[in-house]
């Protein structure tokens, strides 16, 4: 079992910058690849970035490519998103998630959850 807790997300103008965290507990939380993602109102969550085990390996969705960057402490059990030149249309609940393997963009395929932190982009 993996637990996980997000935070950092809050109210931010366009432009601005956030930096969320993951903290992992429970298995072997350096072995198993994480993934952000988020879901906006009447929309279906969508992948965001995501990071191999080892932190080798990054992954984006073309939307926050080169805005965001996502990295790993594997000491601290903890996994970031650092997001920069925020939009309106960046405005969702951010969610991180974790699976035994290799990173994919599929949501069905990560089984732990966190609980999900809201971003709020302001025009």
């Known amino acids: 079992q993996v637990q996980l807790v997000e935070s950092g997300g809050g109210l931010v103008q366009a432009g601005g910058s956030l930096r969320l965290s993951c903290a992992a507990s429970g298995r072997i939380f350096s072995t198993y690849a994480m993934g952000w993602f988020r879901q906006a109102p009447g929309k279906e969550r969508e992948f965001v970035a995501g990071?191999?085990?080892?932190?080798?390996?990054?992954y984006y969705a073309n939307s926050v490519k080169g805005r965001f960057t996502i990295s790993r402490d594997n000491a601290k059990n903890t996994v970031y998103l650092q997001m920069n030149s925020l939009k309106p249309e960046d405005t969702a609940v951010y969610y991180c998630a974790s699976r035994d393997g290799v990173v994919v963009s599929t949501t069905s395929a990560y089984r732990y959850w966190g609980q999900g932190t809201q971003v709020t982009v302001s025009s």
């Open positions: 990071i191999s085990w080892t932190g080798g390996r990054t």
